[in-house]
Nanobody, 122 residues
Framework: QVQLVESGGGLVQAGGSLRLSCAASGRTFSTSHMGWFRQAPGKEREFVAAISWSGTITYYADSVKGRFTISRDNAKNTVYLQMNSLKPEDTAIYYC???????????????WGQGTQVTVSS
């Protein structure tokens, strides 16, 4: 079993930055692929970014490419999402998750955090 706790969300103006963190419990973090997803009110959950267990492979949704960066520190059992040039359409609850494989598909992720709210004002 893996437990995930996200933090770092908040209210920011358009053009601003936030850094989300996801702290994981369990000894398997360093061998687990990790992903970030988000869900806006009235919308379906969507993929944001993913990173391989080694940190050498990353995937991004087209909507965040060039603005968001996913990274991880296996020594700290933590994955990060650096979000720059934020837009009002980035407003959502952001979730981190542990993936069975490195993928953009939410169904392939086994464990999920409780989420952290990101609100971008115009």
């Amino acid at each position: 079993q893996v437990q995930l706790v996200e933090s770092g969300g908040g209210l920011v103006q358009a053009g601003g930055s936030l850094r989300l963190s996801c702290a994981a419990s369990g000894r398997t973090f360093s061998t687990s692929h990790m992903g970030w997803f988000r869900q806006a009110p009235g919308k379906e959950r969507e993929f944001v970014a993913a990173i391989s267990w080694s940190g050498t492979i990353t995937y991004y949704a087209d909507s965040v490419k060039g603005r968001f960066t996913i990274s991880r520190d296996n020594a700290k059992n933590t994955v990060y999402l650096q979000m720059n040039s934020l837009k009002p359409e980035d407003t959502a609850i952001y979730y981190c998750a542990v993936g069975k494989i490195l993928t953009m598909k939410g169904d392939d992720y086994m464990y999920w955090g409780q989420g952290t709210q990101v609100t971008v004002s115009s």
